[in-house]
């Protein structure tokens, strides 16, 4: 009994067992992974939102970082300035209200009134400053999402829609029309 159990475990350990191959799929590029990804365009949203730029990166238009931060940064410095210059405007009017007279303004400004006009003026610039920084912040998110859902979009020869200009022999006019190809 004992040698027909370990006869058959011999046997059961020469056997050879062949299994059908997968085929091997093809390497695809990583532009053609982020097309057939349905997700890339909100990675690409998501990751302009947590860093600008990074959206533009992640689905290959890199050229338009250099816009993105010099939009934002542009007005960070807007911003940064009139704060500066609104805080001198009113470092100089309280001073006037003290009864200080050796502040900066006194020979270009003499009356305290222009000092709130430039008061006014710099808080309102710095204001819209601070709406063309999320603006622009905003922009760049958008601006990744459309490119990423663009990228997806079917480009192909087969249809195709050209201008046709016509001179009109009889009259001195052109005939304007559109030509439209679908090959299928």
Not at 93 to 110: A, C, Q, V, W
């Amino acid at each position: 009994m004992k040698t027909r159990v370990f006869i058959l475990i011999l046997i059961l350990l020469n056997l050879q067992v062949y299994a059908q191959q997968l085929p091997k799929e093809e390497q695809k590029t990583r532009k053609q992974r982020l097309i057939e990804s349905p997700l890339t365009p909100s990675r690409a949203a998501f990751y302009s939102a947590v860093l600008p730029g990074l959206g533009q990166i992640y689905i290959g238009k890199t050229w338009k970082v250099p816009f993105v931060y010099a939009a934002i940064g542009s007005s960070v410095y807007g911003y940064v300035y009139n704060q500066k210059e609104l805080d001198r405007y009113r470092t100089a009017y309280k001073k006037r209200n003290s009864g200080y007279t050796d502040d900066e303004f006194i020979k270009l400004i003499p009356d305290k009134n222009k000092l709130l006009q430039g008061m006014k003026f710099h808080k309102n610039y710095r204001d819209m400053s601070f709406l063309f920084i999320l603006g622009t912040y905003m922009l760049n998110i958008l601006d990744a999402n459309v490119s990423a859902h663009l990228m997806q979009f079917n480009i192909k020869d087969n249809l195709s829609v050209k201008p046709k200009f016509e001179p009109d022999l009889f009259e001195m006019d052109a005939n304007v029309g559109l030509k439209v190809l679908v090959k299928l």
